[in-house]
């Protein structure tokens, strides 16, 4: 989840008011039984997983045998990684040296890379867009040439070394902008993250003109606030490639709230759709002094254990799968309890792990058995 911060994450809700008036609701409709597309993208944000790796961790497949943590991804069906990247982390991990490295990792592996530009040193989500230090003070226009430069120069550096991403997400989670407050959306004025969003499209079209730009938000909960969002882009001139949502049903609500409003959003743009997040908890109990991110929230009446967890995996894969969209990603399914791999990049040694009852590796390195990336 994009959604990080060293406290439990509290999802933060855009008061938009008047500006939703007259937005339509999709009427509810249950999703159909049989599957009427393909998932091409299968996904795992394993953004965490070379510092693990780095502290120690090990992981086990469902047979107990020690094995390479993509390897066991990719034997149950992950064809996809998502890597999130940083300006400047204090922590040094997810920077561009690092996704690099880690891109080189999963192209060997015949894996493809989604790269996932957060435009800040720190977790960007929809309640913080904090700036990168280095571009605190820059004005709306410098800004818009920080974005094009960065991102021309993340998305080119792995074409350098021949592994250049298959898709580019612009920002995380932005459904009220991003590199606040220049970018951020008030009053319905859409204008100032528009700028920011055209760089971003620009320099990834201008690192390889075939490379599919995701634009992310939130809102799988909300058909009226995610066509509040794109509509607003779309009138400022933004182009994208691919319309992506996070997807958490303690957070966002109903499997059948999130096919309507899938169906929605790919009739309404003409784009393809991908969950870009989701994930559900194998338990209820924590690893560590670090408070869960989710605790005691479950879902569709489904248990916090090794079936109900891959059991609400399926689930969502079957409602984006009958709704139309092309991929569902897990996020961060690797990054267990691992000591020294915290949740704040500006204490990584310091701090727990908010998400070691969501991996699908327990606490001791092996995989759930159950879960399966289906096409």
């Not at 969002?229 to 999130?258: K, P």
Request: hydrophobic share 40%; aromatic share 10%.
């Amino acid at each position: 989840m994009s959604t990080h911060s060293p406290t439990p994450r509290r999802r933060a809700t855009a008061l938009l008011g008047a500006a939703l008036a007259g937005i339509l609701a999709v009427p509810t409709t249950p999703a159909p039984v049989s599957a009427a597309n393909t998932l091409s993208m299968r996904g795992a944000d394993v953004s965490s997983l070379q510092r693990s790796l780095d502290v120690g961790a090990r992981y086990y497949d469902a047979g107990g045998v020690a094995r390479d943590p993509l390897d066991i991804l990719k034997s149950v069906g992950v064809n996809y990684v998502r890597l999130r990247v940083r300006n400047n982390p204090v922590s040094g991990y997810n920077n561009k040296s690092r996704v690099l490295a880690q891109a080189r990792v999963a192209r060997a592996k015949g894996l493809k890379v989604l790269i996932d530009f957060h435009y800040s040193d720190t977790w960007a989500d929809p309640g913080k867009q904090y700036k990168p230090a280095a571009w605190i003070g820059h004005s709306l226009s410098q800004l818009r040439a920080d974005v094009y430069t960065f991102t021309y120069d993340v998305c080119s550096s792995p074409r350098a070394q021949g592994t250049p991403p298959d898709s580019v997400q612009i920002g995380n989670e932005i459904n009220v902008g991003m590199l606040w407050n220049e970018g951020k959306v008030v009053d319905n004025d859409f204008a100032p993250l528009a700028g920011l969003l055209k760089q971003g499209y620009r320099a990834t079209k201008d690192c390889g003109s075939g490379i599919p730009v995701m634009i992310h938000t939130a809102n799988a909960d909300s058909n009226a606030n995610a066509r509040w969002f794109y509509d607003g882009i779309r009138a400022q001139g933004v182009q994208w490639d691919i319309t992506a949502l996070s997807y958490y049903c303690m957070w966002h609500g109903t499997l059948a709230n999130l096919y309507n409003n899938i169906v929605d959003l790919r009739g309404r743009y003409g784009k393809p759709v991908v969950i870009a997040e989701t994930a559900y908890p194998f338990t209820r109990d924590n690893a560590d002094s670090e408070p869960n991110a989710i605790g005691d929230a479950t879902c569709d009446g489904i248990s916090a254990t090794w079936s109900g967890q891959a059991q609400e995996f399926d689930w969502v894969q079957n409602t984006a799968r009958n709704a139309g969209a092309i991929g569902v990603f897990y996020w961060e399914p690797t990054w267990y309890a691992v000591r020294g791999n915290g949740w704040d990049p500006a204490n990584i040694n310091g701090t727990g792990n908010q998400w070691d009852n969501m991996a699908v590796f327990d606490w001791s390195g092996r995989v759930n058995p159950n879960v399966r990336w289906t096409p």
